[in-house]
Every structure is written in C-alpha cells, then in structure tokens.
C-alpha cells in the first residue's frame, strides 16, 4: 500500500486526477471504476481541466460506477447517476455507450447485478478504480458485516451511513435505505486501486487502516491490505490520527 499524503484537498484532487491521467495516457481505453461521495468531486473537477485545457481524451475510456441506489428517479440530484452526469461525464468526450452505472430501477435487479460483473470480465476487467471510503470503514456500499458479498448486489445502508449521507438530503427519511454495489471481489478484481479521504472526520477510520495490522469485515477497506496494489491518498486532516501513531 502506497501512501501520498498531501497539504490539502486541492492537492490530493490534482495529485489524484493526475495518476488518472498517466494511466489514460498509457492505455487510451482505459477501464476505469468510479466512485460517487463528496470525496472525488475535486478529481473530477481536476479531470475536466485536463479535458478542456490539455486536451485529455477521454473518447475510448470505459467507465463502470460502484453503486446506486435503488429505486431513486435518475433526475433526483441524489441519484448517482445524476452526480455522474453533473460533475463529470457531461463536461469530458466520454461516448455514452462506455459510461456503466448500476441500474436501482432495473425491472430484474438481481438479474443486473449478476450481469454487471459479467460486463466487467467481458469487457477486461477494471484496470483503475477510485474509491472513496466511510466514516465506518465502507467501501462502495459495502458495509460492515460479519461476512462481505463478493460480486455486485443489493444491500442494505447502516444507520451510520444513512446518517452519513443525509447531508445530501432535505431530510433523513428521504434517504434511501438500500443501493446496487460491486461487492468486494469485484473491487479486489482491479489491477490497480486509488483510495481517496480527506477531512478530519475520515481521520479515525483511515488511522486503523494505515495501521496495516488486521484485516476485518468489520472495516470493510481493510480487506484492500491484501491488494498488490493500491495508492492511498489522503489530505493532512485525514491522516492527522495516523500521523500520531507512527
Ligand atoms: C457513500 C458512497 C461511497 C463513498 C462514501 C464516502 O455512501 N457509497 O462510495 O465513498 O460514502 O462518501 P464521501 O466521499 O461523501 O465522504
């Protein structure tokens, strides 16, 4: 596990943005997973620069997204699909067809998740996947359990996460208590992995993790300890209780 631990989130975004592109710049169709959260918007926002000013060509790049949730209207602004759309894809010459995000309204959903990891494979895995982390450990939607699901499936949000993510909502009661995520093993699948936190709220969980002494369900992220390789990047609030320990 690599550490990069910056001054600021303006920094991790562009230090973030800028691994995205050597990589596009090595393999111009990249497959690249994508996360949604606060977390990468900076990275996104860094993206569409070197879209707009550098002339970063996103035209063979495949896309898959980590979750969704279910049976959330594609307009709600909550509706990661909307987040997708407004902070990245409609500002970057991504074809359509290559954008895959997890459908919360497919008439079978069980149905799609089995054939979400399909497309994955068939399409040649993911070479990079951006992943965010929460304040209890979870990655994507994977939350913490006694036993983690390995492939894309529905689950339920934690308290904690509903709670979480409620900032985003008019209130609490809106939020929607369950979502599509890749599961764990599909995430282990990538080639390569950029985990991103900032903030001092991250700082606890990220602390455990950097710790690099167990691997837990319990702390979902921990099971990125086995990953050949992954890149944590991290802004000084995030790494503030890691910073301490070491
Ligand atoms: C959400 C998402 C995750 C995200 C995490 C952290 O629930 N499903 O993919 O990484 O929580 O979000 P944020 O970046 O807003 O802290």
Do not use: W
């Amino acid at each position: 596990m690599k550490i990069i631990i910056e001054k600021d989130y303006e920094s991790l975004s562009t230090t973030a943005a800028n691994i995205i592109k050597e990589e596009i710049e090595k393999k111009e169709d990249l497959l690249l997973g994508l996360a949604t959260g606060s977390t990468p918007i900076g990275t996104y926002k860094e993206l569409i620069r070197l879209h707009k000013e550098e002339g970063l060509d996103f035209s063979k790049v495949v896309t898959f997204n980590l979750d969704e949730y279910l049976n959330i209207p594609y307009t709600n602004p909550n509706s990661y699909h909307y987040f997708m759309e407004e902070n990245l894809f409609k500002h970057i010459n991504i074809p359509k067809d290559n954008i895959h995000i997890p459908d919360g309204n497919a008439e079978d959903v069980e149905k799609f998740c089995r054939e979400y990891d399909k497309k994955i494979e068939d399409c040649g895995g993911i070479d990079l996947q951006i992943l965010g982390i929460g304040e209890n450990g979870h990655i994507a939607f994977n939350e913490p359990d006694d036993e983690l699901y390995l492939g894309t499936h529905i689950t339920g949000l934690t308290e904690s996460t509903i709670k979480a993510n409620s900032r985003f909502f008019d209130s609490i009661d809106e939020v929607p208590k369950e979502a599509i995520t890749m599961g764990i093993g599909s995430i282990m699948k990538s080639k390569k992995i950029l985990l991103l936190a900032n903030g001092e709220k991250k700082a606890p969980v990220i602390c455990e993790l950097l710790k690099q002494e167990k691997v837990s369900t319990r702390i979902p992220a921990s099971l990125l300890l086995l990953h050949p390789d992954v890149v944590v990047i991290l802004d000084e609030l995030a790494a503030k209780n890691y910073l301490k320990e070491i």
